[in-house]
């Protein structure tokens, strides 16, 4: 049992399970990156927040001990306030300025700015009772200016603290913290990797049992049972399958029927050509007469054999798997009829049929000539053959705008109900015996049913038993390949 399978061209595919296993992945991990990356923000902020807030409630604080002390007013200044700035801005890893009313810093952490003039917008800003506190994203550093009063109770500002403060180190917390939530991603990653893959495997399962029952199938192994119930798809894909290899074996099966039947048609004139030959051999003294009427029916015979492979080629030469093609071209039917009708009208007259051609228009039609009136002639030759004496076989043509059609009505056996449905399979025959009589093979109406087919035609049948058969061809004008 072979059949010819044609090799796929694969394309370049995408394995359905990496699919899933990243869309999975893809799916459990983004939120978790996302809500990541606006925490990291969020805690960024918060902290910045802190230390800001921090910085200037200690140098609020710096600045009420200097207006209560007289800093700005009295000289020299007072140096446990300097040493105390000097404290709190290391505290901050910065820098504290102080500038007076004048906009000249009178103090400085650094010590590098001492005399010299400061009108920034913040300081003028801060003295007409508005404090700024601004945080340096790039280079990573807060600067807020705090008022310093005259003295506590009119509350004139006097000075402005100006305080720089870096925070580096917040960074190198925030990169610690940041590290610890990868090394607890890697690990989740990890999890989720393995959950995702034994879920896609899970998933897969159905198609990976379908795929090794398919791969016995391909071995040969044409009876598997392909039932898998597991999804609608898997479900629909078993039962296209299924089907499809139920098709298989039917094909397989005819195709064994068919040889068979060929052995057996072959065999059977061989068989009779033996037994003659047989018979002869052994008598004595066989007198002329008699040889001659074995030898005649032996070149019977032969001529059966000889009939039955014909028509076996041709039937072959007809199928369309073997690439048959037609020579089409403009073909006048009526023309073609009536020399068909004018080929049996002897046969027809050895049984005393009345054959009879009624044309009821002119069809010029784009058929091959020589297979279609092989076509013809045997449902001609069958109503013929099939009838009884003094009967009658009448033909018929007509046509409309896209069909002609031809009707071949006879008044014959008829064939019965059960039958009818068969009479297009190779070597089928109702009655072998009339049919060998007549020198039928059973092949006749399997390559009209072909040539008609390859026409883009049909053919149909009404018969009814003891009172006739009418066969009735219908084929396109034009044949569009
Ligand atoms: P065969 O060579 O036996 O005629 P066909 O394939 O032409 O083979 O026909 C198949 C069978 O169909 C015939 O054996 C016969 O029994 C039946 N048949 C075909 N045409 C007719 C007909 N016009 N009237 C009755 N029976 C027919």
Redesign the pocket.
Known sequence: MFFQVKPIKLKHTVSLRLVLILFFLIIGLAPMLIQNKIMLGTYRQNQIDARIQDIQNQCSILSNKMTRGGYLVNEPRDTLLDNEMSVKADMFNGRIVIVNKNFRIVSDTFSLSLGKLNVSEEVIRCFNGENSSKYNSDKNYAALTIPVYSNSEDKVIDGVMIVTASTEDLLTRLSSVSEKGSFLHLMIFSILAILVVLLVKLLMNPFKELQWKLKRVEEGNLDEELSSNAYTETRQITESISKTLKKLKAVDQSREEFVSNVSHELKTPITSIRVLADSLMSMDDVPVELYREFMTDISDEIDRESKIIDDLLALVRMDKTAGAELNIAQVNVNGLLELILKRLRPIAGKRNVELTFESIREVTADVDEVKLSLALN?LVE??I??NEEGGWVRVTLDADHKFFYVKVA?S????SEEFQEH?FERF????KA??RE?G???????ITKNIILMHQGAIRLS?KEGEG?T?TVRIPLTYIP
């Open positions: 045997n069958n109503a053959k099939y006879d014959g056996i008829g064939i009479i089928y025959r109702v009655d009339r049919s007549t039928g093979t059973g092949l006749g109406l399997a018969s058969t066969f």
